[in-house]
Nanobody, 128 residues
Framework: QVQLVESGGGLVQAGGSLRLSCAAS????????MAWFRQAPGREREFVTA????????YYSDSVKGRFTISRDNAKNTVYLQMNSLTPGDTAVYYC?????????????????????WGQGTQVTVSS
C-alpha cells in the first residue's frame, strides 16, 4: 500500500523559510512524478509545484515561482519542498501527492486529477 508522510511544517515569521519533506513507501518511488498542493482555510486545494520522476522537469505555480524549490532524492524515497521568503498568503495545509492512474507515471503534471495518492498534510502557518 502506498503511503506518503509529510513533515517539516510549523509556524514561521514572514520572510522566513521552511523545508517540507514527504517520505514515500509502498512502491518504486523513482518511477513516479510527485507534486505538492496546498489548501488554505475556506479555499480550494491548489497546485504548488511538481517534479518528474527523474527530477529533470519541474513546474511551479506563479504564486511561488522564485521562492519555492521542489527536489527529490530517489535513493531516500523522499520529495522536498524548500520554501523561502514566506508570506502570510502561504499559510495552508500542504499535501504531497504521487502520480497514479492511466497516464504517464513519470511525467509531472499540474492537474491534481493525475495524482492518486496523497499524504495527510502538514500545516504551514506564516505570521506577519
Amino acid at each position: 500500500q502506498v503511503q506518503l508522510v509529510e513533515s517539516g511544517g510549523g509556524l514561521v515569521q514572514a520572510g522566513g523559510s521552511l523545508r517540507l519533506s514527504c517520505a514515500a513507501s509502498g512502491r518504486t518511488f523513482s518511477y513516479y512524478a510527485m507534486a505538492w498542493f496546498r489548501q488554505a482555510p475556506g479555499r480550494e486545494r491548489e497546485f504548488v509545484t511538481a517534479i518528474s520522476s527523474s527530477g529533470a522537469t519541474t513546474y511551479y505555480s506563479d504564486s511561488v515561482k522564485g521562492r519555492f524549490t521542489i527536489s527529490r532524492d530517489n535513493a531516500k524515497n523522499t520529495v522536498y519542498l524548500q520554501m523561502n521568503s514566506l508570506t502570510p498568503g502561504d499559510t495552508a495545509v500542504y499535501y504531497c501527492a504521487s502520480r497514479a492512474g492511466a497516464g504517464p507515471r513519470g511525467v509531472a503534471s499540474i492537474n491534481e486529477l493525475n495524482y492518486g495518492y496523497w499524504g495527510q498534510g502538514t500545516q504551514v502557518t506564516v505570521s506577519s
